[in-house]
Each structure stands twice: as structure tokens, then as C-alpha cells.
């Protein structure tokens, strides 16, 4: 559980928040995520994520999990170069009949 600067309420519009703040643990870069008080609760007492905060975007929750944000998910897994060249190779060879899913 990513243990980032954590701030409850706040400006009159987010009572009723938690502001959940910090250094993305790949970029470094700094990453805010604001999330209802009831579902923080709920997860710091041992709730799924997902269930805690089903309005959440699931990169919004991987930060609030290990402290990767989405950009930082991003430049860890996005396919490279290399990757779409060989989809695109994979599919000439199936569309000729020359590959077999297993």
C-alpha cells in the first residue's frame, strides 16, 4: 500500500475527500488522486480497491496501491518498437493460413 501524503477535505468543494498525494515510484514526478472519505476508510480497513473506489479510473487506483502512476505505468509497459513489428509480422504470417493458434 503506497503510503503518500495524505490530506482529508480541504477547499469547501471537496469535504467529504482525501487527497492522496506523492512521487510517482517510477518517474518520480509528482501524482495527486482525490477520493471519497468513506471508500478511503473502507480500503485502509482491508476492503478491495476496487470495490472501495469503483468510480476510479484502475490506473487512478494502481497509484493509490504501489505509487505507479499512469504515466509511469505507461513508460514501464507500453509495447515497444519491436513489439509492433512483430504483431505486424505475426498477422501477415496468420492471414496466409501459415500460423495455428495452439
Known sequence: MYDGLVTVGGPPEQAG??????PCAITGRHHE??????????WRLGEAV???FPELPPAEREF??????????????APTRWDRVCNRVH????????????
Do not use: E, K, N, Y
Open 91 to 102: 498477422a501477415w504470417w496468420w492471414r496466409r493460413g501459415r500460423l495455428r493458434a495452439v
Open 64 to 77: 493509490l496501491v504501489s505509487g505507479i502512476s499512469p504515466l509511469g505505468w505507461r513508460r514501464t509497459f
Open 50 to 52: 476496487q470495490a472501495a
Open 33 to 42: 488522486v482525490v477520493v471519497p472519505l468513506a471508500g478511503w476508510m473502507r
Open 17 to 22: 475527500t482525501v487527497r492522496v498525494a506523492g
